[in-house]
């Protein structure tokens, strides 16, 4: 099995223990000198869709140590976009999480097995064009230096109404004009049921409350 490190860009760890990142972005070159071209996935995950399951999410790639489950894998034109839920009353699920919220933890990579790839001899690099996805794992030292967390955060951490616009647009998957909307939307009804127009508290619970269920129904 051959592991590939992309860049791991981790949107919200939750207290639930659930994120949301990229576990590859495609064409960019590793420390082993492999790219993954786009699309390479896309077979296997409609495999595994297929299967009713998704591949394991591992500590280190180590097959004996599940962490957790991924709720959702999906390619776009950056890479490899995972949700997953980390185990949080097993010592090791607890403890990656712990590690990923301060920043100790900062890698994901790819467990695969190729299927068609293409070597430049000049370049001496070779270009991963489908692969058969096994597993994604959080680990310490990724062979791209790129694959790094970039912000971990809380539903709870919400300060404002533009934080909520980009939480939603970061975290909850959806584009900026639905996420301004939404916000202006619980804006309105909040003024509409009393709620003065300073305190943004009514607005942000309604906000963090929505962004709970919408988790929970993701880690079901």
Known sequence: MKFQDGTFEIKDVSSTGTFVGYGNVYDVVDQGDDIVASGAFGESLKEWAAKG???????????????????????????????????MKTQLGAEAYELMKMDAISGLSIGFQTREDSYDQKLGIRTIKRGDLYECSLVTFPMNDASRVAAVKTIEEIGDLSGAESYLREVGGVSRSQAKALVSRIHALARREGAPVIDQSAELKAITDLLTRRKELLAA
């Not at 280190?60 to 839920?85: C, F, W």
């Open 53 to 87: 399951r998704m591949p394991a999410m591992l500590w280190q790639h180590n097959s004996r140590q599940p962490i957790g489950a991924y709720t959702s894998m999906k390619e776009d034109s950056t890479g490899l976009l995972v949700e997953g839920k980390l185990a």
